[in-house]
Each structure stands twice: as C-alpha cells, then as structure tokens.
C-alpha cells in the first residue's frame, strides 16, 4: 500500500523562527510535492521535486524553501515563519508518468 | 490558467440516494483528472484517476466519467452511507505533473 509520512500532525512556532516540515515516502516515487489548504483558497502548490536534488517552484513559493537530499524524502522550509503561513501543509508523492498523486495526513502549522 | 470549479460547494442527500458530484475545468488539454476524498483535519485519499483517452472508470459504488471536450467530469456514489460524508475534490494534472484543484463538494449524508 501507497504510504506518505508527515514527521507531525500539529505544530506550533513563533513568529521569526526557522521551520522545518518533513515528508517521506516508501514507494521509490520521483515526484514529490507541497502544498498548503486555506479555507476559500483550496489547495496550492508550494514547490515540487522531480528526482533527487531537483525543485521546482510551484505558485507561492515566497517564504518558502525544500531540500530533497534522498529520493524518499522532501523537505518544507520556513525560512521566518510568518503569520500568514498558519495553514494545513499536505505532502504528495507520484510515480513518473499519468500516475495518480498520493497524499499524507497533513500538518496544522500554527505561527504565533 | 487552468481553473477547476465544483457546484455547489455543500450539499446534503439521504442515506440511500445516489450522490452525484460535478466537476467543471476551462483547459481541455489535460493529462489525466484524480478524484478525491478528504475527511476533516485529514490529507486527501485518491478515489479514481481517469486518463485523458478515457470516458469512465469504476470503483465499487463509486463511478466516475470526463468528457474532456466539454470540460466536465462528474463523480458517482451509488446509494451513499453516512460513512461517505466528507468533502470530495477534484484535481486535472497540466504538464510537469502540476495538479490544479477545485475547491471540493462538502457532502453530508443523513442518516
């Protein structure tokens, strides 16, 4: 069975701190993804990675940075955590090709 | 730009009624469209992937079928249960494996 971790379901930081979201995957996929949920705004895609080493910029990446050192996992980056990046953070990873993306359970980042 | 639109965004049917959900989006050229479920405070469980070349796929009581032409694809469940309560969305993959979102039907089962 297809299974992406999320290292927390709840987080709570402070604004100006450095914030790391983890994201692993056992299903050898070469794409990996990060979003955030807004309540209105739906999902949106933060960065993505292709294979190892590699990103792409998705459609807010302000404030935002990844690391992929390995294929099976994806980091998320909060260089100074923000207010207004209080949101639920979902974690997907596919296989090459017109594969289906498949999803973590999420992690409810609060910034105070 | 791609945009995915769901109508309406909440919706109630009693138990045993056929759930019918649509999906609209405004670029026919799609490589494939994934529905999904997502339950309160949770990630999004993948139900069925249509490709493009495809007119339906089926999964148990859950039907769903695209007309890529007409920018429509539209998500079956078949006599649904208090347990199919959730918000169900769907997504069409653009190239470089982008999924662009609608913004889901909120759907309530009463028993």
């Known amino acids: 069975d297809v299974k992406v971790t999320q290292s927390s379901r709840y987080l709570v930081k402070r604004t100006g701190e450095k914030v790391f979201l983890e994201c692993v995957q056992d299903m050898d996929h070469e794409n990996m993804f990060w979003y955030r949920q807004d309540p209105g705004l739906g999902l949106r895609l933060i960065y993505f990675s292709y294979d190892v080493k590699m990103k792409e910029k998705g459609d807010i990446p302000e404030g935002y940075s990844v690391s992929r050192e390995k294929k099976e996992r994806f980091s998320l980056i909060l260089e100074s955590a923000s207010t207004n990046q209080t949101s639920m953070y979902l974690c997907?990873?596919?296989?090459?090709?017109?594969?289906?993306?498949?999803f973590g359970d999420g992690t409810r980042l609060s910034i105070l | 730009k791609q945009e995915v639109t769901q109508i309406p965004a909440a919706l109630s049917v009693p138990e045993g009624e056929n759930l019918v959900l649509n999906c609209s989006f405004t670029d026919s050229a799609i490589y494939n469209l994934q529905w999904f479920r997502q339950d309160p405070g949770k990630g999004l469980t993948s139900l069925l992937l249509?490709?493009?070349?495809?007119r339906e796929q089926t999964s148990g009581r859950l039907n769903a079928s695209l007309d890529k032409s007409s920018g429509r694809s539209t998500l079956y469940i078949a006599a649904s249960q208090p347990g199919d309560s959730a918000t169900y969305l769907c997504a069409v993959r653009q190239g470089n494996n982008r999924l662009a979102f609608g913004k889901g039907n909120q759907v309530v089962v009463i028993p």
């Open positions: 997907a990873s596919s296989l090459e090709g017109n594969q289906p993306q498949h």
């Open positions: 249509i490709q493009s070349s495809q």
